[in-house]
C-alpha cells in the first residue's frame, strides 16, 4: 500500500538509509535528503513533547463532562483517545532502541487506524453540530448516550476494516483507490455541514446566540484543520508524480502528525465562552486601536 510505504520512508522504519543513523552519527545532515529527515525527525519529537502531556490533560477533562445528554463530549474524548494512540506510535517509531521490523509495522497499522477514526470522529463532530441548528428537535428528541456509543464502535471498526480491504484489493487486482476515497470523502461532507448550518442559522430561534457562535467556530476550524493538515496527504496519495518530490512527502507527512495538536484546539473551542472570550478579545483591540486613532487626530 502506498499510504504505508509513505510511512515506511516518512516515519524512518529504514532509518539507516533515510537518516544514515549508525551508533556513531553525529547528527550533521549531509544533503537536502538527509537534512528533510533530520527535520521532520526533531519536528516529530516536538509534537509528541507537546503533544502527549496535553492530550492526557484534555482526555481526563472530557471524562468528566460525559453526562446524560452531553453527547458532544463522547465523539471529542474518543477523538482525543485517537490522537492519543498517533502520539504513542511515533514514540515507538522514533525510538531507536524499542525500534524493530515487527514494531514499526504494527505501530504503522495501529497509526493509520487512529488517524482513520480520527476522521471519522471529527466527521461526526461536525454532523452532531450540524444537526443541533438544522434539525433541533430531531436532535433533542433523538439523541442518547447509547446511539453515541454504537457510533463510536462502528468508527473504531471501520478503520480496520477499511485496511484490510484495500489490502486485500492491493494484492489481488494492484489498485489501491480505498484509503484515498476514505480520506478525500469527509471534506465534502464537512463543507455540507458548514453550509448548511449557515443557512439555517437565522431560522434557528431555540439556540441561542452563544451557542450559534460556538457550534460555527467549531465546524470552520474542523473544516480549517481537515483543509490544512489532510489535503496535502490526499493529493501525495492521489498523484504519482509527486510522490519523487521529497520535500512534499515529509511535509504531507509532518502535517498529519500536527492533527493531534490541531484537535486540542477544538477542545478548547468546545468549552463554553471560548467563542465569546475570543471576540471579546478582538473587540478591545479594535477599541483600543480607534481610540488611539482618534487621540492621534
Partial sequence: MDSFYMDLYCLNINSETSWNISDDYDWTPSSSYEYSGFISYVVTCIIICIGLPLTLTAIF??????????VAPIFVMNLLISDLMQLCCMIVLVVRPIRTL?????????????????????????????LVIAHPLWYRFRRSIK???????????????????????SIAFGLNTTPAAFFLLPLPLLIFFLIGTLRALSASISVPADEKRRIVGMLVLVLLIYTLLFLPYIIWFLSDGIKCDITFTHLSSLLLQLSPLADLVLYVLMRKGTIDKLLASVCCCRMDSNDSSSSAV
Fill in 61 to 70: 477533562a472530557v471524562y468528566f463532562l460525559v453526562q446524560k445528554d452531553h
Fill in 102 to 130: 515487527v514494531t514499526s509495522i504494527t505501530s504503522i497499522i495501529i497509526y493509520y487506524s487512529g488517524l482513520m477514526a480520527s476522521v471519522c470522529f471529527m466527521v461526526s463532530i461536525g454532523l452532531e453540530r450540524y
Fill in 147 to 169: 446511539i453515541s456509543v454504537v457510533v463510536c464502535v462502528v468508527i473504531w471498526i471501520l478503520p480496520v476494516v477499511c485496511l484490510f480491504t484495500s489490502l486485500a484489493v
